[in-house]
């Protein structure tokens, strides 16, 4: 793995969760150890998780990332989300990037996803792509995104913390299911 790509999977890890330990970070990595960790963040000269976490968090891109936009009389900002894959496989290109407008500049806990399967027609489709928020209470939004295994999987989530199959809207198991967080955009293209 590259130094850029390491760290810039390192930085998404961050920004979905500031708060992320070292061994979290060493574990959604795949690293043996969290001397890992340690070892990508000295080879990119700093001086521990502490500095990079607020170099990560108080970044400011020159590219689009921070452009404010007027709608409706409400600002809205550009702003950078990871890209994640379906299947949970790692990209060859690296870890991937998403721009999307929102309603404040430094969201945490954000990153979209491309439905690869059409099993949640007719309300998600395949090649829809949908914006996550993990920091989000479950009950914030009617839909939401879990994951079984490595894929992920989108249901209806209800009262008392029940969840239903989104094409059938029965019942679900939440065997083996961890809800990741509601879906707050969704975007589809027509072509």
């Known amino acids: 793995m590259q130094l850029n790509e390491t760290l810039a999977y390192m930085a998404a890890l961050v920004r979905e969760n500031p708060n992320i330990t070292v061994r979290e970070i060493a574990d959604k990595m795949k690293f043996a150890d969290n001397k890992s960790v340690y070892y990508w ?3 990119a000269n700093y001086h521990g998780i502490g500095e990079f976490k607020q170099a990560i968090l108080t970044e400011q891109n020159k590219n689009l990332d921070g452009i404010v936009i ?4 409400k600002n809205k ?15 060859r290109d690296g870890l991937k990037w ?6 404040y500049p430094n969201p945490r806990g ?3 996803t491309i439905i690869e399967t059409n099993e949640f027609s007719p309300w998600f489709s395949e090649k829809d792509l949908i914006v996550v928020d ?8 009617p839909w939401v995104l879990c994951k079984k295994g490595r894929s992920f999987l989108i249901v209806r ?3 008392q913390n029940s969840i ?9 198991s939440r065997s083996g299911i961890v809800l990741l967080g509601p879906i707050i955009k969704l975007l589809r293209d027509w072509e």
């Not at 007027?70 to 009389?73: A, D, F, I, L, M």
């Open 157 to 159: 989530y209800g009262p």
């Open 164 to 172: 239903y199959h989104p094409s059938t809207l029965k019942p679900c």
């Open 41 to 43: 963040l000295a080879k």
């Open 77 to 91: 900002f550009i702003i950078k989300v990871p890209l994640r894959n379906w299947a949970g496989k790692k990209s």
């Open 134 to 141: 993990t920091s989000l209470n479950m009950s914030a939004k």
């Open 70 to 73: 007027k709608q409706n009389n």
């Open 98 to 103: 998403f721009h999307i407008f929102h309603d």
């Open 110 to 112: 954000l990153f979209a």
